[in-house]
């Protein structure tokens, strides 16, 4: 059975505290009293985009629904060092209890969020689209690919369960593009399942099969340099959609995507990124 995105963030969210938490924050317990009440505050210490407000609300409500969080800035505002995105007050035992779970997720989520617009922001005045991947955190894929959209890119399928994407190695046991691309019809009406299905391909003889055989929805591109991507782009003519994959780096991106294709997947937007700095602190 697939979850929901809200089963997802809850079973996350946890998790989360059992890690962190255990039998009790024994410090806090030790030396905050329980009627006690305080206020923090979200500070930004760095540049970027901000990306988990929505994230650290439902932190703050599932552990303590009495905590009050008066919001300034909103998922996808950019921001500078000083910044205050919300104030958050209650029982101060309540408040030190989720610091470090907010942060982890804001400044993970804001770090994502941040090299997305990098990459979205490079791509400006072209029709391609970034995409992430699957190479995500296991546990956090939904708030990272959440993080994604949040600075401007697309997310791909979610898991394996929401899209057919025949690579490498599927075609390989399948024995060739024609078998792996006929079983996943045959197993779609099998299931009665409304699947799109997209292909790779590693060099131009492996896109000639699949522009003879059809029945799919996106060619993915998978190590072509610029010029194979333009020759492809071309002999596809608009046909299915386009995907460039593999070896792509931010100072490559713009002349793939100028190649014409309608997606560049780039697994670094969730795999190699640093979170965003930033800080919850006492204030009156």
Known sequence: MVMTEDELIDGMLNIAFAEDIGDGDHTTLCCIPAEEQGKMKLLVKEEGILAGVDMALRVFHKFDPMLKVNVLLHDGTPVKPG????????????????????????????GIATMTHKYVEELKGLHTRVLDTRKTTPGLRIIEKQAVKIGGGVNHRIGLFDMILLKDNHIDFAGGIANAINKAHEYLKAKGKDLKIEIEVRDMNELEQVMKIGGVNRIMLDNFSTEQTKEAVKRIGGKYETESSGGITF??????????????????????VKGLDMSLKATD
Do not use: P, W
């Open 83 to 110: 910044d205050i995105a919300f104030y958050v007050e209650g029982k101060t035992q309540s408040l030190l209890q989720t610091e470090r779970l907010v942060l982890n997720l804001m400044q993970r989520m804001s």
């Open 251 to 272: 100072k490559t991106l713009r002349s793939y995507a100028e190649c014409g294709v309608d997606y560049i997947s780039v697994g670094a937007l969730t795999h190699s």
